[in-house]
């Protein structure tokens, strides 16, 4: 806005001198473009909103029917992963190969997994991130990375969120969750090594 200083009286009426009044105009160009380049950002985000919820639910599709190549192809060659209860929950670049293997060997270990939805997944309103507020049930029977089975039900539940790229796969996420018997033996087992 300009300055009430700057602005003089002439026949009655408040005028603004030229170069104030050019400054005045080009304040309101340059808000309504701003305004409308953020409308029009927010509007395009609006419409994939749907596309980058469906990757992720194809994700989680993709562990219920224990499918490597699903999995897969919901990630960017190379996501960054923050896994805040794992022990590590440094950010870290991964392999999208890497992770389909990581669940892999979970599902290995729980056959019979099955994950579903508190909520979720949703995009965020003006954003690129996917949450996912998920529980999963099973039986570690299987062994898998050198873990013999217990036998015992497994269960745990957790948030995840996922930044979609524009290319409809998941470039970074973050998960908060509980921790399986198998992960915690896993983990032990590492530290032993």
Known sequence: MVPSH?????AGKRTLPGNAAMMNRSF?????IAAISTAAHAFGIFRQKPRMEEVVRKYFDGVNKKDAEQIKSCFAEEATIRDVMSGNDQPRKVKAQVLADRCMEFVTAHPD??????YGPECGRNSRWVVANWWEVGTWSGESCGLKPTNKPMSCEGQTRFRVNEDFQIEEFVVFRTVT???????DKSKES
Not at 6 to 10: C, E, F, G
């Open 28 to 32: 309101y160009i340059v808000t309504t």
């Open 113 to 118: 997994c099955k994950v579903d939805f508190h």
């Open 6 to 10: 700057l602005i003089s009286k002439a």
């Open 181 to 187: 018997d198998w992960e915690q033996a896993l983990i």
